[in-house]
């Protein structure tokens, strides 16, 4: 029995370190209306003492594409896989870079800043190179990491954000944490009234410290709610299509229930005690 569950533990790490190992990030460009027979390629401009690879294909080496410098941007595919991992078209639909981590995608942005895209035929003959498409828009407090790319009018519209990050996290992240805090804290309270009621029953429960019960541990709920206001109101800070996703209302919603709650059930039991 003990043999079995070890060789459950064991299993279930490999699983873990198996999905860290993942890339689970990426910048992806959706690329529309490509005509027939033709390619796309993601084009990159390299920061200064990046060293370039040369990994095209046997029938590519040589070519236009594979000798492409335009203003200094170069196919990732083929001269950027040693820092890179790069996807190529795929049916003639999408390109991409993948990364172990939001964190790298985030310098991965801060070092390329923009990339364009290459139309090419089957020998590698650049057809068309489309205008520069910015990964960090001065509008912004986030990075574009998810486009549809039209390649006959070289539009390009943004379909997803990645945050910048404040003290270490994204705000997105910020707001995460402050979900899980919030329901403690609100337990925390509840248990602290408690405690305050039994050890003051004689004389009644202290004004000034379940005030400031009350004050520390509405922080959470109080921060919580502040940041997501910010961060679904603000242009230069929201980075969701939608005013407000479902499961952040959900989450939100459940918080401010337990929240109000626990003031509720705290107040009851303060004047309870103090009558």
């Known amino acids: 029995m003990k043999r079995r569950r070890m060789i459950v533990w064991a299993l279930l790490l490999a699983l873990l370190l198996l999905t860290g190992c993942t890339p689970d990030e990426s910048l992806t460009v959706r690329v529309q209306n490509l005509p027939e027979g033709e390619s796309a390629f993601l084009l990159l401009c390299p920061p200064d003492g990046a060293e370039l690879t040369e990994d095209a294909p046997e029938h590519m080496k040589g070519s236009e594409l594979d000798r492409l410098d335009a203003d200094g ?47 090419c035929d089957g020998e590698g003959n650049v057809l068309h190179i489309s205008p520069s498409v910015p990964l960090c828009p ?31 996290n994204s705000l997105a992240e910020w707001i995460f944490c402050l979900m899980l805090i919030t ?9 602290l009234f408690a405690v305050m009621r039994i050890v003051r029953r004689k004389t009644g429960m202290k004004t000034r410290a379940c005030q400031t019960v009350s004050a520390l541990c509405s922080l959470p709920p109080l921060l919580l709610n502040l940041l997501l206001l910010l961060e679904r109101t603000v ?15 959900q989450m939100m919603l459940a918080c401010d229930l337990f929240w109000f709650a626990s003031l509720l059930i705290c107040g009851h039991t303060y004047y309870r005690s103090n009558p």
């Open 235 to 249: 242009p230069y800070l929201r980075t969701e299509s939608r005013l407000l996703s479902t499961p952040s209302f």
């Open 138 to 168: 001065s509008g912004k407090f986030a990075y574009a990491v998810r486009f549809d790319c039209d390649v006959r009018t070289d539009a390009a519209e943004v379909t997803a954000w990645l945050g910048k990050t404040v003290l270490g």
């Open 73 to 119: 941007f170069v196919c990732a595919a083929y001269h950027l896989t040693n820092v890179l991992r790069v996807s190529g078209s795929q049916n003639g639909q999408q390109l991409g870079c993948w990364f172990q981590s939001a964190e790298a995608l985030r310098r991965f942005c801060e070092a390329y800043r923009e990339f364009r895209i290459a139309r």
């Open 183 to 191: 329901l403690p804290a609100c337990a925390l309270m509840l248990v």
